[in-house]
């Protein structure tokens, strides 16, 4: 990666800015939620139009992706990123605040998608010295999941096959720094439904379950170790532990019980039971301590666990990441650049789906300015970010690809 390419990234970057920052602040203002993307994906498909870009569409869904191609002999690298919103009524005060009544884009996928406008803008302007092509890829409902397999089947990652993916996500640590790993970026989940039936004989009317329900639901609770920052500083001290990386962090296991507080006579006796973990091992260590709580509470109720559904882990191509850094360094200062040792352990990210196909990484990007009340906290009602973070994740991505293309085509 040159000095004159991390030159030129920089000055296209900051004259983009404004321009992204408009754009940021109308997808704010429009939110919309999963599998409901309509304006999102025109506004966005208009853009890339415009930038002379080959656009396709999912008919699908509202996902799209375009094709920035500068010779069709050389290879592809990929940029994903997400656009739909979230159930969240926004409470700040700010000129964009969501017009959408209990619809707000509450962790930050408003973001990512004019960073990925900034990328294709600042690449389409430097495409002729590109050493390869891009795909620029705008994926629906990945707070449902669901956006990045819709995506893939769709084509997304086909004719042709990227070499590599890359994707980022706003983060609550200060604007200007990217955090990185070369191994477990977010574990995946397993979920159950575990339902409590009498003991046969046990008593001659059916008991009332709805006690025990609570109960075992508290005493699965208690055995975490670790639980959601909630504030600013408790946030900021968990990131500082992520970077010192203590082995009971990289060994966590994060256990949630609930009943269905909407309508429990829906669901008598039963509650829902998730487990996140930083390996399988511990995954199936975890279903034996959900066993041996239950066991002595359940003395006069049977209980039955069945699975109901399970998320992949998203861990980073070492190698890419690896690749990358000196690149990275170069474009945004070693400083800004914060090496974590232990996976974030309550968030999850369907982009896992991709690195299935092709090897795929992604960053954290710093959106945070507590001195301007931008905590930039992941779905909370006052979650904001400091704009000049779109600048930062725009110079990252653009540097990601570039020095990408370039290790691929000249190890070719």
Known sequence: MTN???????????????????????????????????????????????????????????????????????????????MDALPITEINSVSYRSTNPGVMHACGHDVHAAIGIGVASVLTRMQ?????????????????????QRMLRAGALKNPTPAAIFGLHVAPLPAGQIGWTDNLFLAGFAHYLVTLTPQAGAHSTPPNLDPLVQHCCRAIQRLNQWTLPESWPEMAAFWSLMQAGPPALKRFI??????????????????????????????????????????PLCQHARYRIEPMGSMIDMRNHPELVRTNLTALEKALGAEQLIHLNAAFPFNCEDFAYYTKVVPGAMFWLGAANPQEGKYALL??????????????????????????????????
């Open 128 to 148: 002729m010295s590109l050493p390869g092509n891009v795909r620029f890829i705008f994926q629906p409902e990945e707070e449902e999941i669901t956006g990045a």
């Open 379 to 412: 779905h909370t009602p006052d979650f904001d970010v400091d704009e000049r973070c779109i600048e930062t994740g725009t110079i990252a991505m653009a540097t990601l690809i570039i020095n990408t293309l370039s290790t691929i085509t000249c190890g070719s």
């Open 4 to 82: 004159t390419s991390i030159s030129t990234i920089h000055t296209l970057a900051r004259a983009y800015f404004d321009r992204l920052v408009h754009l940021r602040r109308d997808l704010h203002a429009y939110p919309e939620l999963s599998g409901q993307e309509v304006r999102t994906a025109l506004v966005l498909a208009g853009i890339l139009a415009q930038l002379g870009l080959k656009v396709h569409v999912d008919r699908s869904s509202h996902g799209l992706w375009a094709d920035l191609i500068t010779d069709p002999g050389q290879p592809y690298v990929a940029l994903r990123v997400d």
């Open 254 to 295: 994060i256990y949630d019980a609930t009943p269905n507080l909407e309508d429990p006579s829906a669901f008598y006796g039963q509650f829902g039971l998730g487990i996140k973990a930083a390996t399988p091992n511990l995954q199936k260590a975890a279903l034996g301590r959900v066993r041996a709580v239950l066991n």
